[in-house]
C-alpha cells in the first residue's frame, strides 16, 4: 500500500490528508500528523469523503442531451468530444448574450477548484459583461 499526501478538496480550511492507495485505489484517508493546519484531525468529509472517486456513476466525459444528431432538451445524453461540448457550451452563451443581455448568463463554480481556476472562470463571464458569478462551498 502506498500513501500520498494531499490536500482536502472540499472546503478551503485546507487539511492535509494521507491517502493509502492500493492496486490503483485508495482504500483509506487519514489526517498527516504534525500538519500546521490540522494536526492530526479531520472532520467526516474528509475523513470518509473518498467513496466517489471510484463510483462507476462518475461523470468522466462530456455528454449532450441530444435527439437525431442534434441538441434537442427532450433527446438523451450521449458522449461527446471535449472539443464538441466546449463548442456547444460557448455558441449558446454567444447565442444568450446577442439576443438578451449579458445579464442573462451565469457562472456557478465550485469550492473544490483551485483559487487560480476560479480566478479565470470568473473572468470568462465578466469580459462578457456579466457579474453573474458564484459557487458552491458545499459541492
Ligand atoms: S477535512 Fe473537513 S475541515 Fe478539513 S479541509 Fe476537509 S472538509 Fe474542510
Known amino acids: 500500500m ?7 478538496p472540499y472546503c478551503g480550511t485546507g487539511c492535509n490528508i494521507d491517502l493509502f492507495v492500493e492496486n490503483n485505489k485508495i482504500v483509506k484517508a487519514e489526517p498527516t500528523e504534525k500538519h500546521p493546519i490540522n494536526d492530526g484531525e479531520l472532520c467526516l468529509k474528509g475523513m470518509y469523503g473518498w467513496e466517489y472517486v471510484h463510483s462507476p456513476r462518475r461523470l468522466t466525459k462530456p455528454l449532450i442531451r441530444k435527439k437525431e444528431g442534434v441538441f434537442s432538451k427532450d433527446g438523451k445524453l450521449e458522449e461527446v468530444s471535449w472539443d464538441e461540448a466546449l463548442d456547444f457550451a460557448a455558441s449558446r452563451m454567444k447565442r ?22 476560479n480566478y479565470i472562470f470568473q473572468k470568462l463571464f465578466r469580459v462578457q459583461g456579466s457579474n453573474n458569478v458564484d459557487h458552491c462551498a458545499r459541492l
Do not use: W, Y
Not at 2 to 8: M, N
Not at 96 to 101: C, F, G, I, L, T
Open 2 to 8: 502506498e500513501k500520498f499526501q494531499t490536500v482536502c
Open 96 to 117: 444568450v448574450v446577442a439576443e438578451h443581455s449579458p445579464n442573462h448568463i451565469m457562472g456557478f463554480s465550485s469550492a473544490r477548484c483551485l483559487n487560480e481556476d
